[in-house]
């Protein structure tokens, strides 16, 4: 009795489509999930220079020091306490523009914190310059 050898098994084939597909729904899903628009937008003006004298009354300068200190027109401020300061100060003439001056070390995340302060002030004129 002869016993027959099973015939060989062919390795199934793995097909890339369905792969493809996934990867490309899941292009399109994150695509239209996602939004591009900055919601948190607050638009700067870059000092080239020092601001005429004239205009230094109707300046308010906020300058952020190396070790995390926060000045407003020279006089350090508490933790917090520069948006209740920047509120009196808009109060009384709206039209005030706000220049931060960071320092050369200050890290960008401790610059977006004070300029969400002036922000949260209401500043409508914020300029950025180099101290």
């Known amino acids: 009795m002869e016993i027959e050898a099973p015939p060989p098994r062919r390795r199934a084939l793995i097909s890339l489509t369905p792969l493809i597909d996934v990867v490309f729904i899941l292009l399109v899903f994150f695509m239209l999930a996602s939004s591009f628009l900055d919601w948190r937008l607050l638009p700067l003006h870059a000092a080239s220079g020092k601001a005429p004298a004239t205009a ?15 000045r407003l027109e020279g006089r350090t ?15 009384e003439a709206p039209e005030r523009a706000v220049v931060v001056q960071p320092e050369g070390d200050v890290p960008l995340q401790r610059l977006v914190a004070v300029l969400d302060q002036v922000r949260a002030a209401g500043a409508s004129q914020v300029t950025l310059a180099e101290d």
Do not use: H, K, S
């Open 56 to 70: 230094e009354q109707t300046v308010l300068r906020v300058q952020i020091a190396a070790d995390g200190a926060i």
């Open 77 to 91: 401020m508490a933790p917090g306490g520069l948006t209740r300061a920047l509120v009196a100060r808009l109060a």
